[in-house]
């Protein structure tokens, strides 16, 4: 019986916590960007995955040596996109958000058309 009230009330204080940990997931955006000088190398992956990270809000990044890409998903809350393009800077990249709308996108090879020179 006294496991029985034991696991009952273990059961009802995770409740909650799995409800906090999903609210927090759905306020986030993600931004695709390009750098430049390009990304050649895993150093390069490295230097702006170990230096992004510290932008306030800032919770995954994701880099892609072939389209050339860096997706970061953040708070919007905490952080912005102008905020994130000027840590790129800092760690010497110029940051510029991609015509690719999402790392889907960016497998299938189609451009969002937005009207941008930097669309192909």
Not at 8 to 23: E, V, W
Not at 43 to 61: A, D, H, L, M, P
């Amino acid at each position: 019986m006294n496991r029985v009230l034991l696991l009952a009330i273990i059961m009802l204080m995770a409740i909650p916590a799995s409800i906090t940990s999903t609210a927090k997931e759905t306020n986030k955006e993600t931004i695709v960007l390009t750098v430049n000088p390009p990304m050649s190398c895993q150093n390069c992956e490295n230097k702006i995955k170990s230096n992004i990270r510290f932008e306030k809000g800032v919770g995954k990044i994701v880099t892609d040596l072939k389209a050339q890409t860096v997706t970061v998903t953040f708070d919007p809350r905490k952080t912005d996109k102008e905020k994130i393009i000027k840590a790129f800077k800092k760690i010497g990249y110029t940051a510029s958000e991609s015509c690719l709308k999402n790392q889907e996108a960016s497998e299938s090879g189609e451009c969002c058309r937005q009207e941008s020179a930097d669309c192909h």
